[in-house]
């Protein structure tokens, strides 16, 4: 059942808004030292959020979509009042002014902010270890990784330390972290929902949207944060459905795709049960499942590293100790001044920033970025194809099961993590991860794909598919 429905309730019913908030922010507290899925706790100015919701209805205001729901956001996305860090030592102390767009539209809906998320150094990293206030933890064992990047949004999340959060993805960082910890998570078509506010990463790439324990309470959400934003010129001209309608019947007539290149032998075999036993249920409510072919997904890992280590290498480089970050007070020349400011940024970035530089520089630049560029639109022309076959696809999210803190050492293990989640965010195609079992304790996630703009039906199976952990 939603978690929002039962929280609107217990408000119909008489329960003060301020007494929700304040257990939330207990368990807020108790979650953050176990998991350390937070970077602040914005216990005061909840609060005060909280009463204020009160006074709203004692004067007879009706209630809004979100009306009093405690929320928590990825520190990568800027909260007016609320310390936004990027988990970064770049920004330590940094506050900013606005608030992003999809911020301000669950604000204007009446959801609470009660905390920001702990998070992989601006969004770049697998695991959540990137993280300058220390790794996240998972609820499920705090020896194991939450995932990443977006790893204290699906820690939170789990524990239920939250009603829902936002995170951010593009390259899986929704997606993989919801599969770890065993809530849902959807990466939304690119341009769905507004980046405005949203420390970019890679600009081509990147997205944001919910986690939450239930696919209901993500479609409350996306009712909310979805549309078109003008200070966003990428976001889509796309009327926003009614998601939460779509999580009615079964699948009859609806045509799923098993494409092989996801289902090779670097996939654990315990995930491939689940997913064989998800699809058994999907035949059994009237679905079609066939074989399809996805032959460019091969390339996509190269391919999202060289464009998106490019993207960074530009976006990055506005931390310069001008306009962002700290830098010596006595820089003996210019080159002492980059060089001090950027030393703030964790070896993920650096690595990076590095990388994305050398494939834009001059000679390099045509054999690496253009070439990557035109296998990223073949790899869409391999989606829209496969699309024409059938509706939705059936993946894994992940290789592997969550695996030890400090475990993977090597960065291309790190990057192979994200082999599934990678093909979807170069098309720019939504992606739900949703809990589908549970092996020696720990969830297993299944990933949906879709085209454009499919987000709803995407709800609509895996609303009839999540099994809790």
């Not at 009463?51 to 004692?58: I, V």
């Not at 593009?170 to 078509?189: H, M, Y």
């Amino acid at each position: 059942m939603s978690k929002i429905t039962e929280i609107h309730a217990l408000i119909q019913a008489g329960k003060s808004i301020a007494d929700i908030v304040s257990a939330y922010l207990e368990k807020a507290e108790k979650a953050q030292e176990r998991l350390n899925c937070y970077t602040y706790i914005a216990k005061e100015e909840a609060m005060a959020a909280a009463k204020a919701a009160d006074e709203r209805l004692a004067r007879g205001e009706a209630m809004r979509p979100l009306e009093g729901i405690p929320c928590s956001i990825k520190d990568v996305l800027c909260t007016a009042g609320l310390p936004s860090t990027a988990a970064s030592k770049m920004l330590s102390g940094f506050t900013p002014t606005y608030n992003a767009t999809v911020v301000q539209k669950l604000l204007d809906a009446g959801a609470i902010i009660i905390a920001k998320n702990n998070c992989d150094e601006f969004a770049m990293g697998g695991s959540n270890e990137n993280s300058a206030y220390g790794p996240a933890r998972n609820p499920h064992n705090t020896e194991l990784v939450p995932g990443g990047s977006s790893g204290g949004s699906a820690a939170a999340v789990a524990a239920d330390a939250c009603v829902f959060s936002i995170g951010t993805d593009t390259g899986g960082s929704i997606r993989q972290p919801a599969a770890f910890c065993g809530c849902v998570g959807l990466k939304v078509t690119y341009g769905r929902t507004s980046r405005r506010g949203a420390m970019a990463m890679a600009s081509s790439f990147d997205t944001v949207g919910p986690l939450a324990q239930t696919v209901e309470d993500i479609a409350f959400i996306m009712e909310v944060i979805a549309g078109k934003d003008a200070g966003d010129s990428t976001t889509l001209h796309a009327d926003v459905p009614n998601y939460k309608q779509h999580l009615t019947g079964d699948l009859t007539g609806m045509r799923f795709g098993l494409p092989a290149e996801y289902f090779g032998d670097d996939l654990a075999p315990e995930i491939k049960a689940q997913i064989d036993l998800a699809i058994e249920q999907i035949r059994s409510l009237g679905g079609e499942v066939q074989p399809v072919q996805l032959p460019m997904t091969k390339y996509a890992l190269a391919v999202y590293y060289i464009t998106v280590s490019a993207e960074v290498t530009a976006n990055m480089s506005r931390y310069d100790g001008l306009r962002f970050g700290p830098s010596t007070t006595t820089p003996k020349d210019l080159d002492d001044l980059y060089t001090t400011n950027r030393e703030a940024f964790g070896e993920e970035v650096q690595r990076r920033i590095i990388l994305g530089n050398f494939v834009l520089s001059h000679g390099y630049y045509d054999a690496y970025y253009k070439r990557a560029q035109q296998v990223r639109t073949l790899i869409r022309e391999d989606f829209d194809r496969v699309f024409t076959e059938v509706d939705i696809l059936i993946t894994p999210v992940t290789p592997t099961l969550p695996f030890p803190i400090g475990s993977k050492q090597d960065p291309l293990a790190m990057y192979m993590g994200d082999v599934f989640t990678l093909p979807a965010s170069a098309a720019g195609i939504p992606g739900l991860a949703v809990p589908i079992g549970v092996v020696d304790g720990l969830p297993v996630g299944m990933q949906l794909l879709g085209k454009q703009l499919s987000e709803a039906d995407l709800l609509k199976v895996g609303h009839l598919l999540t099994k809790q952990p």
